[in-house]
């Protein structure tokens, strides 16, 4: 009976440390938003960047907009090559872009992937560094802001039941549907869950995230 019951508290004790484990929002993984009614996270899927104790950040991936990243930064000529929109990646920083790579040149970007075979930047003009004569969104997609969040308030919101931390892909960040990606996410979060709509338009100013 004693072994039992010690088995009993260990499998418990592992049941909830792997709980923990899963709602860990680590660089690679994404957020994807539950009971949120806030506009700008409302139906939103989220690709963490950067998670520890003094904040978070990370870029929301399925908002496309209608406008292409050359209307929006003319000052980067090289940006005419790309063939894609631009996706509002947050409320934070409009006006500073970030860019998300698959399998770029080697040396091309400098760092770790953040998941599977995609690297992040904010140099709007490594375009330049494609051979290419056009470059299009299954290699490339371009963010204008980001999402942020001080010590300890992501946290908080998750165990708030606000978001599920799910398992990073590839393939789900570069989705070619993205307006259908968080209902495709949502259904199968089960699956994905880390055990390890319209389009939208920029906003007028930079601010922080809007709770």
């Given at each position: 009976?004693?072994?039992?019951?010690?088995?009993?508290?260990?499998?418990?004790?592992?049941?909830?440390?792997?709980t923990?484990?899963?709602?860990?929002?680590?660089?690679?993984?994404?957020?994807?938003?539950?009971?949120?009614?806030?506009?700008?996270?409302?139906?939103?899927?989220?690709?963490?960047?950067?998670?520890?104790?003094?904040?978070?950040?990370?870029?929301?991936?399925?908002?496309?907009?209608?406008?292409?990243?050359?209307?929006?930064?003319?000052?980067?000529?090289?940006?005419?090559?790309?063939?894609?929109?631009?996706?509002?990646?947050?409320?934070?920083?409009?006006?500073?872009?970030?860019?998300?790579?698959?399998?770029?040149?080697?040396?091309?970007?400098?760092?770790?992937?953040?998941?599977?075979?995609?690297?992040?930047?904010?140099?709007?003009?490594?375009?330049?560094?494609?051979?290419?004569?056009?470059?299009?969104?299954?290699?490339?997609?371009?963010?204008?802001?980001?999402?942020?969040?001080?010590?300890?308030?992501?946290?908080?919101?998750?165990?708030?039941?606000?978001?599920?931390?799910?398992s990073?892909?590839?393939?789900?960040?570069?989705?070619?549907?993205?307006?259908?990606?968080?209902?495709?996410?949502s259904?199968?979060?089960?699956?994905?869950?880390?055990?390890?709509?319209?389009?939208?338009?920029?906003?007028?100013?930079?601010?922080?995230?809007?709770?």
């Amino acid at each position: 009976m004693h072994s039992i019951v010690v088995y009993s508290i260990a499998v418990a004790a592992a049941l909830f440390v792997g709980t923990l484990q899963a709602q860990t929002p680590a660089s690679g993984t994404l957020l994807v938003s539950t009971a949120l009614t806030d506009r700008n996270f409302a139906e939103s899927v989220v690709l963490m960047v950067h998670h520890d104790d003094d904040g978070s950040l990370g870029i929301l991936v399925n908002r496309p907009t209608n406008l292409r990243p050359v209307a929006v930064f003319p000052e980067e000529p090289t940006l005419q090559k790309y063939d894609g929109e631009l996706f509002l990646g947050g409320p934070v920083g409009p006006s500073q872009p970030l860019v998300l790579l698959r399998a770029p040149a080697r040396g091309l970007i400098e760092g770790p992937p953040v998941v599977g075979d995609i690297y992040i930047s904010a140099d709007l003009g490594l375009l330049g560094s494609f051979p290419t004569a056009s470059v299009d969104s299954t290699q490339v997609r371009f963010y204008a802001g980001h999402a942020a969040w001080g010590a300890g308030q992501l946290a908080a919101e998750i165990a708030a039941g606000s978001w599920h931390v799910v398992s990073g892909r590839a393939d789900l960040v570069f989705s070619d549907e993205p307006l259908e990606l968080w209902r495709r996410v949502s259904r199968n979060d089960a699956e994905l869950v880390v055990a390890g709509d319209g389009r939208r338009s920029l906003p007028s100013s930079a601010g922080g995230n809007r709770r």
